[in-house]
C-alpha cells in the first residue's frame, strides 16, 4: 500500500523560509509526478508545483522564483523548499505522487506564516 509521509511544516515569520519533504513508500515502480498541493481555509485545494520522472516542472504562478521542487527519484522523496513566505502562503500542504491513472496523498503537513 503506498503511503506518503510529509515533514517540515511549521511557523516563519514573511520573509522566512522553510523545506517541505515527502517520504513515499510502499510503491513497487517509480511514480510519473510527486508534487505538493496546497489548501487555505475556505478554499479549494491548489496545485503548488510538481516535478515528472523525466525532471519536467509545473509551479503555481503565485510561487514561482520563490519556491523549489526538488526529486530524489532513487528514495522516492520530493522536497519543497520555500523562501520569501508570504502570510498567503499559510495552507496546508500536501504531498502528491501519480503512478498511472491513481493519485496519492499525504496526510498534510501545516505553514503558517505570520506576517
Known amino acids: 500500500q503506498v503511503q506518503l509521509v510529509e515533514s517540515g511544516g511549521g511557523l516563519v515569520e514573511a520573509g522566512g523560509s522553510l523545506r517541505l519533504s515527502c517520504a513515499a513508500s510502499g510503491s513497487r515502480f517509480r511514480f510519473n509526478a510527486m508534487g505538493w498541493y496546497r489548501q487555505a481555509p475556505g478554499k479549494q485545494r491548489e496545485l503548488v508545483a510538481t516535478k515528472t520522472i523525466g525532471s519536467s516542472t509545473n509551479y503555481a504562478d503565485s510561487v514561482k522564483g520563490r519556491f523549489t521542487i526538488s526529486r530524489d527519484n532513487s528514495k522516492d522523496m520530493v522536497y519543497l523548499q520555500m523562501d520569501s513566505l508570504k502570510p498567503e502562503d499559510t495552507a496546508v500542504y500536501y504531498c502528491?505522487?501519480?503512478?498511472?491513472?491513481?493519485?496519492?496523498w499525504g496526510q498534510g503537513t501545516q505553514v503558517t506564516v505570520s506576517s
Open positions: 502528491n505522487a501519480k503512478l498511472a491513472y491513481t493519485a496519492y
